[in-house]
Each structure stands twice: as structure tokens, then as C-alpha cells.
């Protein structure tokens, strides 16, 4: 049955096919494997037998990795590439074993169980996947992967950056890794052309840079998708925000404030932003627009739109503004916009404005004040001739709220501040903090110690929020002193 999958169609009843001669080297120019010799028990003390076995380990990786490079050169010269397409899993594996059985008997080589396993599924992860990025896209304590050329892969787990042990063989290795990404989304990345942004398989969100931009090696940053989204819940669980604070939310995005959530990267905006979106009423037919589509919107009556860049003729392009403006032709309710980042701001505050109220959207920014002064810089690029009076006045009515993410130093992520825009003082687009998160101290680990607290001021909207039928307890605005 593997026979399927070899180029010549019928392998041999004994299951060992006449490899061509390329692929069965004569044993005299065959590769040798370095097996590694039994280590002698140290005489000395601990660290000399961490330091050997550190050693042995390296060794066996070393000769995993040489065994998997012969295999997957023979692999690629015996599968039938087009078959692989309806292979199954176990059927593909199968095969790889095989084939795997036969080089190292041929080179006479003996593996334990757990090294012919591991040699198997990274073979498979080398045909079928993305190579060594595989193990870390089905680990679910990942949020990010980045990779810094062939030899140093990063990963982010718990709002902290860790170093792997995962590598590439070399930027070759690397490169092939990357082409079968974006080439699957009709992309291509080239010394003329060294960038894309692409969506894995699985929905996660990818970008590359090769050289020679990226200097040290192809520079690759995932954002791994995740199939259940945070919800209100869990980052009231998390420490995110208090309960409080959600019942706070829950009025402003139920009574249609329009709001930003304004954050670092990586700070937990898009997160912030899907779980807000919990609180939209089911009748409410919603349009979503994002340069990579992330958003999970659990309403029934969602319509998902995802901007696309120009082809390699430099036609095609459909911006996030192009987006917008469409949408509003398609009699939203509310519009979400994923990131604002550039000329769409323009439409966006002009759809905040003229009635599509409880629309959303994040923007990258430090704190609520540099979230405006993003906003009034997006628009000047935008090229609008308008006095910045005139801007901060269309932002001033547009904006009623500003949630501020932020990762903190111990990888927390939290809603250091909700703030209210009032409306303009003078020049000045004037704002009141009413939550904020107060760090007290560091624990010796260095995890920060904080409280959610309230600022004393009452809300701005507690009138709208009672005559919507949002009867938020005074108390929530008292701070704790
Ligand atoms: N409060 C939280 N607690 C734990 N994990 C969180 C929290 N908020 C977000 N995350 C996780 O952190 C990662 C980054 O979150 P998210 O994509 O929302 O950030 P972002 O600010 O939109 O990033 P970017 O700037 O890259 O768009 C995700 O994997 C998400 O699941
Ligand atoms: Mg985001």
C-alpha cells in the first residue's frame, strides 16, 4: 500500500525498493554517521557528568539531524510527490518509516524507539509542514513564534520571550520553510520583493523578511491563531480587569459608545477588542474589516472582510480603506476595524461621526493621550488639509473611549486605564481616567504587584448607560484608598 506514493508505482515485495544509484550510494561513498562511542562515567563529580551528558545530547541531535537530511534527500527522491496530496497521515508515516528503515539499515545504524519516532514525525513535518516550526504551532502554551535566522527560534509563552532549541538547518533550510508559506497564498518572496505577510493554514497570522534586508538571516514572526478566543471571563480570570470593569464595558459597547483600544504589540488589543465584541447584541448585523482576518465575532449576522495587497504586477490592492468605505454601503450596524494605521482613520472617524456609533477599533499606541495624538497624526498623513482644531474637534465627537492594554514587565497583560473623551477644552481634547491599574510594588521573582482601582470619577455616559437600562452601581466608581 505505500507503493502509492514511490515514483515507480510498485515497490518490491520485500518492501525495499531499487533505489536509484544516486539515492544508494555505494557503501564506499556512502555518508558516514558519526555513531556517537559509549561516554566514559566520569570520575569527577556533578558537573562533569551534566557536562557529558549536555554533550551526548548534542551528539545525538547531531546525528538525528544528519540521519534526517539523507533521509529526506532519499525521501525526495522516491515519493511520488503528486500522490501525497490524498495520502493520509498514517499511511504517509508508514512509508516515511519504511524508507527510514531501510537507509539506516543500509548504513547500519541502530535507533532506539523514541530517536526512529521523532526521526519519523520530523520527516513527516519536513514533507507535509512547515519543517521545525511544527511542534511549536501545535503547542497551545505558544503565543508567538519568532525566528531570527536558521539557528535562534524564539517563542513567547505567558507574555515572556524564551529562547529554543528548535533550528533550521540553514538559510536554505529556512528559505524553503518560508516559500511553501507564501507560495501558498500566491505570494512571492525575493531579494527584489523581501517582505509579505501571509495566514497559515490554521488562521495564523505570518510575516517574513529575507535577506538581504534581514541581515543575519530570514527573519519570520507568527502570531499563533487560537481557535478559543479569550473571553470577557477569562481575562477577568486572568487579571486582565476586574468584574467591575466588565460590567463598565459591557454598558459602553451595549449602548453603542465608539471605542479604541489603544496598546503596545502584542499587548492583548486584538483580544481585548474580539472579547468586547461579546457584548454586541445578536440582532445587530456587524462588519468586520482587518488586514489579516483574526477576529472571531460569536453574532450571528457578521460579515468578515480582509484587505489584500497589490499582486507582483503592483495591481490588485484593496486597502482597509477601500474596505471601509464599502462597508458603509452595506447598511452596518456597527463596523470593527482591526487595526486603524493609516488612511482609513479618515473614514472611520467620519463613520463614528454619522451614525455608525458602537463601532471599534484598536491602535498602537503607549496610553490613551498618545492614542489621540496617533490619531491626529494619521489623519495629517492621510493628507488632509485641516486645521489641527478642526481634527481633535472630529476626534472629540467621534471617540467616547479609550482601553488602554499593556504588557507589563512580567509578561502580564493588563487594562491599565479606561478612559473617557469628554470633548474639547479650547484647543485640547479633554479626557478622564476611570479605572486605572496601580503597580504597589515587585515581588522578589519579579512579578509586579498591583490593584485595578477606581480613579473616584463617575462616568461621563452613566446617564446614557441608566436610560439604556445599564444601572451600574455608584460604588463601582469609589476607589479603594
Ligand atoms: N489578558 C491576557 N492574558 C493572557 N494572554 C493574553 C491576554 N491578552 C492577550 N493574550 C494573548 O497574547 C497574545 C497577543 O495578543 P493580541 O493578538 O491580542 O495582541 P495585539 O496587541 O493585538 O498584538 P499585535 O500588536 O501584534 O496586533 C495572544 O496570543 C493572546 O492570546
Ligand atoms: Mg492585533
Request: charged share 25%.
Amino acid at each position: 500500500m505505500f507503493s502509492r506514493f514511490r515514483k515507480d508505482g510498485n515497490a518490491p515485495a520485500s518492501g525495499r525498493p531499487a533505489a536509484p544509484a544516486a539515492a544508494a550510494p555505494a557503501a564506499a561513498a556512502r555518508p558516514q554517521v558519526a555513531m556517537p562511542r559509549a561516554v566514559p562515567a566520569p570520575a569527577a563529580g556533578r558537573p562533569a557528568a551534566e557536562a557529558v551528558s549536555a554533550d551526548k545530547e548534542k551528539k545525538r541531535k547531531g546525528r538525528l539531524t544528519e540521519l534526517k537530511l539523507e533521509i529526506h534527500k532519499r525521501l525526495l527522491e522516491n515519493l511520488n510527490l503528486s500522490a501525497l496530496e490524498h495520502a493520509t497521515e498514517a499511511s504517509l508515516k508508514q512509508e516515511i518509516s519504511s524508507l527510514a528503515s531501510e537507509t539506516l539499515d543500509e548504513l547500519s545504524v541502530a535507533l532506539n524507539k523514541d530517536d526512529r519516532s521523532t526521526l519519523v514525525q520530523e520527516l513527516y513535518d519536513e514533507v507535509m509542514g512547515l519543517g521545525p516550526l511544527e511542534p511549536l504551532l501545535k503547542d497551545e502554551t505558544i503565543n508567538d513564534i519568532l525566528v531570527n535566522g536558521p539557528h535562534r527560534v524564539f517563542v513567547e509563552r505567558a507574555g515572556k520571550l524564551q529562547l529554543t532549541d528548535v533550528t533550521f538547518r540553514d538559510e536554505r533550510h529556512l528559505m524553503r520553510i518560508i516559500d511553501k508559506i507564501v507560495s501558498a497564498v500566491g505570494r512571492r518572496v525575493d531579494e527584489s520583493n523581501p517582505y509579505c505577510d501571509a495566514r497559515l493554514a490554521d488562521g495564523s497570522r505570518f510575516n517574513c523578511m529575507v535577506p538581504p534586508v534581514a541581515v543575519d538571516g530570514s527573519l519570520v514572526s507568527i502570531r499563533k491563531f487560537k481557535k478559543e478566543k479569550l473571553k470577557i471571563e477569562d481575562l477577568v480570570r486572568f487579571g486582565a480587569f476586574t468584574e467591575e470593569i466588565a460590567a463598565y464595558l459591557q454598558a459602553a459597547v451595549s449602548t453603542r459608545l465608539n471605542i479604541i483600544v489603544s496598546g503596545g504589540t502584542g499587548s492583548g488589543k486584538t483580544t481585548t477588542l474580539n472579547a468586547l465584541s461579546s457584548f454586541i447584541d445578536n440582532s445587530e448585523r456587524v462588519l468586520t474589516i482587518e488586514d489579516t482576518a483574526e477576529l472571531q465575532l460569536q453574532q450571528m449576522h457578521v460579515g468578515r472582510m480582509e484587505s489584500r495587497p497589490a499582486n507582483v504586477e503592483g495591481k490588485g490592492a484593496v486597502t482597509q480603506r477601500d474596505c471601509l468605505r464599502n462597508a458603509l454601503r452595506m447598511r452596518p450596524d456597527r463596523i470593527i476595524v482591526g487595526e486603524t494605521r493609516g488612511e482609513e482613520v479618515i473614514d472611520m472617524l467620519q463613520a463614528m461621526n454619522t451614525g455608525h456609533d458602537g463601532s471599534m477599533t484598536t491602535i498602537h499606541a503607549n496610553n490613551p493621550r498618545d492614542g489621540i495624538s496617533r490619531l491626529e497624526n494619521m489623519v495629517a498623513m492621510a493628507g488632509i488639509e485641516m486645521p489641527l482644531k478642526a481634527v481633535r474637534s472630529q476626534i472629540a465627537s467621534a471617540v467616547n473611549l479609550i482601553v488602554q492594554a499593556s504588557r507589563l514587565q512580567d509578561g502580564s497583560r493588563r487594562m491599565v486605564s479606561v478612559t473617557e473623551i469628554t470633548g474639547m477644552e479650547g484647543e485640547v481634547i479633554s479626557m478622564q481616567e476611570v479605572f486605572r491599574y496601580e503597580r504597589l510594588g515587585v515581588e522578589p521573582s519579579g512579578k509586579i504587584i498591583g490593584r485595578f482601582n477606581a480613579t473616584g470619577i463617575r462616568s461621563a455616559y452613566s446617564e446614557r448607560f441608566r436610560q439604556w437600562g445599564f444601572d451600574l452601581p455608584p460604588q463601582i466608581y469609589e476607589p479603594i484608598v
